[in-house]
């Protein structure tokens, strides 16, 4: 599984964007899908996951209400949906994914900076 992220950018407090991955090669059907991100300083944490089959969806305390995670499987893509975006969210967000079952995500995409300015 190859990931791609993009959509990362400046925006001011308050703003949003649109975080994207591209996903390439075997078939998604049994893998869990995420959003990761590292602040600097900070160690990586989640910030959402869903199931590429099915319902299926998880987020962090510190973004639920705000970010959504969704998914288009006929693009094989996957986005996060970032709305009232706070100086804290700056990060380098990156896409991963594993098999469903399994703890640790196996395939990553090359991160994507987020910058929020207040």
């Known amino acids: 599984v190859q990931l791609q992220a993009s959509g990362g950018g400046l925006v001011q407090a308050g703003g949003s964007l649109r975080l994207s991955c591209a996903a390439s090669?075997?078939?998604?059907?049994?893998?869990?899908m995420g959003w990761f991100r590292q602040a600097p300083g900070k160690e990586r944490e989640i910030v959402a996951s869903?199931?590429?089959?099915?319902?299926?969806?998880h987020y962090a305390d510190s973004v639920k209400g705000r970010f959504t995670i969704s998914r288009d499987n006929a693009k094989k893509t996957m986005y996060l949906q970032m709305n009232s975006l706070k100086p804290e969210d700056t990060a380098v967000y990156y896409c991963?994914?594993?098999?469903?079952?399994?703890?640790?995500?196996?395939?990553w995409g090359q991160g994507t900076l987020v910058t929020v300015s207040s």
């Open positions: 090669g075997r078939t998604l059907s049994y893998y869990v």
């Open positions: 869903i199931l590429w089959s099915g319902v299926g969806t």
């Open positions: 991963a994914a594993k098999i469903r079952g399994r703890q640790n995500y196996d395939y």
